[in-house]
């Protein structure tokens, strides 16, 4: 059986209890009065409306690697991660102003369609307010969740929180809003690693370990391993963002670029473009100027041809060799090590 088939056989099962869930709480907030359970519903929409499940994914499978053997237990853990990711996905569109996330309108853009619509003053501001509502509902079903799990789990998730928003922080007024002269590489790393990385596979990984009780050595090994795949995560994820197929992506074309967000790819290849590109390139990242539909096309065709986007995808194949080796090292031939690493080689082949 092939990874994909894997994921999408867990998925299936996973939302039955990550779905029904979130019916529980829409009824529960009936109570409460019609705005409550309309946010909560605009909540299900986003989750339901795609998603590969990724973390809850390797929290399963990192556990039964580890030995664990109560599934609710597991699954209640990728449930709150499902949800912390909702919460990070809704605040994330608000902070970029997406208007879609999987081919859908974002949770802002659904309401202030409608409140423009009905006339209502304030639409817009209405709106953006609906939605960070609705990424706090998700978060606080995320924690409510977490109380089935142990205290070391929670300190790790909490640990994870708290690098995720620094990470989107750097991401939108630090390292973010750099000029690209001013660009470092260990940063940008550092910024991709605590704004997605480590939160999508490094510490689901680390927490269903830990879940199972491994020992400090599979611990250790889960961490050293998934902080390199999650940096493929992100890395690769900035080349979809850039080259991608809107249609398969459900993102809009060129968004990163649009979004002007300062990767490692923008970074390489601005380091090694002429004086001329350089000033081109200034230009379309200047926070001051909108960007075209030109300006994407010509980035697209600076990043082939300084020979960035292979040294990325180089940089990519060697990350995920050395964490397999690691991980094979450590846990050898486990059925459940295969799908791991079966899994990581598909993060690093995602199609454009």
Request: proline content about 1%; charged content about 30%; some cysteine.
């Amino acid at each position: 059986m092939n990874i994909k088939t894997k994921m999408q056989e867990f998925t299936k099962k996973f939302d039955i209890e990550l779905l029904n869930y979130l019916d529980r709480k829409i009824e529960e907030s009936k109570t409460l009065n019609k705005e409550a359970v309309k946010n909560l519903l605009e909540v299900k929409r986003i989750i339901k409306n795609g998603g590969k499940r990724v973390r809850p994914f390797l929290v399963y499978y990192s556990y039964k690697l580890c030995g664990g053997n109560n599934y609710k237990q597991a699954i209640s853990l990728g449930i709150s991660l499902e949800l912390l990711h909702a919460f990070a996905l809704i605040h994330d569109d608000i902070i970029d102003r997406s208007c879609i996330r999987r081919g859908q309108p974002t949770i802002q853009s659904q309401y202030q369609n409608e409140y423009k619509n009905n006339n209502t003053n304030h639409w817009e501001h209405n709106g953006t307010s609906a939605a960070i509502l609705a990424g706090d509902y998700a978060y606080h079903l995320a924690r409510e969740n977490l109380e089935m799990t142990t205290v070391e789990v929670r300190k790790i998730f909490n640990k994870m929180e708290f690098e995720l928003i620094g990470g989107q922080l750097d991401d939108t007024l630090g390292t973010g809003m750099a000029k690209l002269e001013e660009l470092e590489e260990t940063k940008i790393i550092k910024m991709l690693k605590n704004k997605s990385g480590n939160y999508s596979i490094q510490k689901p990984l680390m927490m269903g370990a830990i879940l199972a009780k491994a020992n400090k050595e599979q611990i250790d090994t889960l961490e050293n391993a998934g902080e390199k795949i999650g940096l493929v995560f992100q890395l690769v994820d900035d080349i979809l963002d850039v080259f991608g197929d809107s249609d398969k992506t459900g993102k809009t074309f060129g968004s990163d670029v649009i979004e002007k967000k300062r990767t490692l790819m923008i970074y390489k290849t601005w380091q090694v473009c002429t004086k001329e590109d350089r000033i081109k390139m200034e230009e379309i990242y200047d926070n001051k100027n909108c960007v075209t539909k030109d300006d994407i096309i010509w980035i697209q065709t600076k990043i082939k041809e300084t020979e960035t986007l292979a040294s990325i995808r180089n940089y990519c194949n060697f990350l995920t060799s050395e964490s397999i080796q690691e991980l094979e090292e450590k846990f050898g031939n486990e059925k459940e090590l295969k799908i791991i690493t079966q899994f990581a080689n598909y993060l690093l082949n995602r199609e454009l």
